[in-house]
């Protein structure tokens, strides 16, 4: 797990969901013990944290092993999932260790015999916004994306839930057109209803203010 570089918040935000989850075992353990729930003494397991941004991924391998670890989970980041993968396709069965991955590999990529992916991809995202959107009873929608490939995957996803359920965009443009002020001022003002022709900025700013952007990004800063 990330506990310094970019992803260290997130790194360390997973960490203590595990050592609190931990420390909640470790007292439902000793109440139950007393009730013979709990005969042989397991108790709640070790947890043990390596910074995934500070060592390569044989390294921290080889420490887990040495550690007689039973179980691995992460890393966070995309790239490093992928490592990891093929560093266990490459060893031997006996010595892979059973591994909880906190992102996907790459859909062409398959995964090892010891290895679960589990994470929230923005194509998971972008579809529970259209099924959101279509349980909301909204039919009018424009898509705004940029031309990153993650807006682009999301953008992809989102256009193919509404299809299935039969229900088409009014438009989907790339926000970092230079063209596009001229060309949402128009759409919006059918979808709202209004006689003036806002441009990105201001539609920006008012999607932003009804979803509460600022003050979870002020949330967000404060827990960095």
């Given at each position: 797990?990330?506990?310094?570089?970019?992803?260290?918040?997130?790194?360390?935000?997973?960490?203590?969901?595990?050592?609190?989850?931990?420390?909640?075992?470790?007292?439902?353990t000793?109440?139950?013990?007393?009730?013979?729930?709990?005969?042989?003494?397991?108790?709640?397991?070790?947890?043990?944290?390596?910074?995934?941004?500070?060592?390569?991924?044989?390294?921290?391998?080889?420490q887990?092993?040495?550690?007689?670890?039973?179980?691995?989970?992460?890393?966070?980041?995309?790239n490093?999932?992928?490592?990891?993968?093929?560093?266990?396709?490459?060893?031997?069965?006996?010595?892979?260790?059973p591994?909880?991955?906190?992102n996907?590999?790459?859909?062409?990529?398959?995964?090892?015999?010891?290895?679960?992916?589990?994470?929230?991809?923005?194509?998971?995202?972008?579809?529970a916004i259209?099924?959101?959107?279509?349980?909301?009873?909204?039919?009018?929608?424009?898509?705004?994306?940029?031309?990153?490939?993650?807006?682009?995957?999301?953008?992809?996803?989102?256009i193919?839930?509404?299809?299935?359920?039969?229900?088409?965009?009014?438009?989907?443009?790339?926000?970092?057109?230079?063209?596009?002020?001229?060309?949402?001022?128009?759409?919006f003002?059918?979808?709202?209803?209004?006689?003036?022709?806002?441009?990105?900025?201001?539609?920006?700013?008012?999607?932003g203010?009804?979803?509460l952007?600022?003050?979870?990004?002020?949330?967000?800063?404060?827990?960095?």
């Amino acid at each position: 797990m990330p506990q310094s570089g970019p992803l260290a918040a997130a790194g360390k935000a997973v960490r203590d969901g595990f050592v609190a989850a931990h420390l909640h075992a470790a007292q439902t353990t000793t109440r139950s013990s007393s009730l013979s729930r709990d005969p042989q003494g397991i108790g709640a397991p070790q947890i043990t944290v390596l910074d995934t941004a500070s060592a390569q991924l044989p390294e921290l391998l080889d420490q887990a092993r040495a550690l007689g670890a039973d179980l691995l989970v992460g890393p966070l980041d995309k790239n490093r999932t992928a490592q990891l993968n093929s560093q266990s396709n490459r060893g031997q069965q006996e010595q892979r260790i059973p591994t909880l991955l906190l992102n996907y590999l790459p859909d062409d990529t398959a995964a090892s015999s010891n290895i679960v992916q589990f994470g929230l991809a923005v194509e998971d995202e972008a579809r529970a916004i259209a099924r959101r959107i279509q349980a909301e009873g909204l039919t009018r929608v424009i898509v705004l994306h940029n031309t990153k490939e993650w807006s682009e995957r999301a953008r992809d996803a989102l256009i193919a839930e509404f299809t299935n359920a039969s229900l088409t965009p009014e438009a989907s443009m790339n926000a970092a057109n230079k063209d596009v002020d001229s060309s949402i001022g128009p759409i919006f003002s059918r979808v709202v209803g209004i006689g003036s022709t806002p441009d990105v900025k201001q539609v920006t700013s008012v999607v932003g203010s009804t979803l509460l952007v600022d003050a979870s990004s002020a949330r967000h800063r404060s827990l960095e």
